[in-house]
């Protein structure tokens, strides 16, 4: 069975930085590519980013270019997303998925696999 599990969210001011990781269980880690969405209440989940299965090759939405980054440990089976210079519009659940195949992937059509999601909050 495979498992992602996130963490590090929290309640943050507009501004500031958080770092989510998603660890990986149950499946080989490395040959996969692996995505993050996010659900902001009221409103449907949405797009944030993709890397690919060597990490050479990254998408983001257009609302999180230039401010979010992800990453990928292979070796511990763990995928990041940076997330910087933090706004009340990124407020949401943000979850972590892992795609069916080696290549990114924009669509929760990608993805067979998702985590349980973690919250972020900025307000001031």
């Known amino acids: 069975q495979v498992t992602l599990v996130e963490s590090g969210g929290g309640l943050v001011r507009p501004g500031d930085s958080l770092r989510l990781s998603c660890v990986s269980s149950?499946?080989?880690?490395?040959?996969?590519?692996m995505g993050w969405f996010r659900q902001a209440p009221g409103k449907e989940r949405e797009f944030v980013a993709s890397?690919?299965?060597?990490?050479?090759?990254?998408t983001y939405a257009a609302s999180v270019k230039e401010r979010f980054a992800v990453s990928r440990d292979n070796d511990k089976a763990t995928f990041y997303l940076q997330m910087n210079n933090l706004q009340p519009e990124d407020t949401a659940t943000y979850y972590c998925?892992?795609?069916?195949?080696?290549?990114?992937?924009?669509?929760?059509?990608?993805?067979?696999?998702w985590g349980q999601g973690t919250q972020v909050t900025v307000s001031s």
């Open positions: 890397m690919n299965f060597l990490g050479g090759s990254t």
């Open positions: 998925a892992g795609a069916i195949g080696r290549t990114i992937e924009t669509s929760e059509r990608g993805y067979a696999w």
């Open positions: 149950g499946r080989a880690f490395s040959p996969y590519g």
